[in-house]
């Protein structure tokens, strides 16, 4: 078995079902009584939770793939980036039903709240990675237009952090521990990313550089 093969058919299904399982959790606490004496605040948290894990596991597919020398593992970041915006979605609709889909409301919430805005904001940049995600963007956009494009997750990320950050405020040490995986991501990402100009600039220079001339002899 080939490591596409491993991974579209043994590990690809393992993280779908993964993915699935905080809603599939979500659900049957609901059913059962344990989301607590505020199910609207619960799961509201449970799925700001979820979105930044898979955000980060999203970030880690190319630093485990150079690392592990495991090429095939790009196959999993398509659907990862789309079940952390599956999760954010229904963060923002569970937000939107808790403030009674007052558009009055909603913006001034907005405006007034300073994480209410970054974690706006971050969803909504989170919008355009998620349409155009599919083969057909890629093509339409190029490779390196839809590359650039797709660089604001890091930025979308930021901004959950610190929407996380700012909305527990001391009380819990997780927004800080986020914040810290998230450098570190960034940090690879910046060095893949030198790495590789460095190498296009070595290989422009050897194709550039004249042959060298030939030996004459009597």
């Given at each position: ?5 491993w ?8 993280a ?9 959790l ?5 059913f059962?009584g ?6 609207i605040?619960?799961i ?7 979105t930044?894990?898979l ?13 592990l020398?495991?090429p095939?593992l790009?196959?999993l970041?398509?659907?990862l ?17 808790d403030?009674?889909f007052?558009?009055?409301?909603i913006?001034?919430d907005?405006?007034?709240?300073p ?22 963007w ?5 490779g390196?237009?839809w ?10 990320a930021?901004g ?9 405020k001391?009380e ?10 998230l450098?570190g991501l960034?940090?690879?990402?910046l ?9 296009r600039?070595?290989t422009?220079d ?7 001339s ?5």
């Amino acid at each position: 078995m080939t490591q596409s093969q491993w991974v579209r058919r043994v590990l690809k299904p393992v993280a779908f079902v993964l993915c699935l399982l905080p809603a599939a959790l979500a659900v049957w606490d609901g059913f059962t009584g344990g989301l607590g004496a505020n199910p609207i605040e619960e799961i509201t948290h449970r799925t700001g939770i979820t979105t930044l894990t898979l955000l980060m596991v999203t970030l880690a597919v190319t630093p485990a793939r150079v690392l592990l020398d495991v090429p095939a593992l790009v196959l999993l970041r398509r659907m990862l980036g789309l079940f952390a915006f599956f999760y954010v979605a229904s963060h923002f609709s569970i937000y939107l039903f808790d403030q009674f889909f007052s558009l009055e409301f909603i913006l001034e919430d907005i405006l007034e709240r300073p994480y209410v805005t970054v974690g706006f904001t971050s969803f909504v940049l989170l919008i355009p990675l998620a349409v155009t995600s599919t083969n057909g963007w890629v093509k339409r956009l190029g490779g390196k237009r839809w590359q650039l494009l797709h660089r604001l997750v890091y930025v979308a990320a930021a901004g959950g952090v610190l929407h996380f950050l700012w909305k527990v405020k001391a009380e819990e040490q997780r927004p800080v521990v986020y914040g810290l995986v998230l450098v570190g991501l960034l940090g690879f990402r910046l060095w893949t990313i030198r790495r590789s100009q460095k190498r296009r600039r070595r290989t422009a220079d050897e194709v550039a550089a004249p042959a060298p001339s030939p030996v004459q002899t009597d």
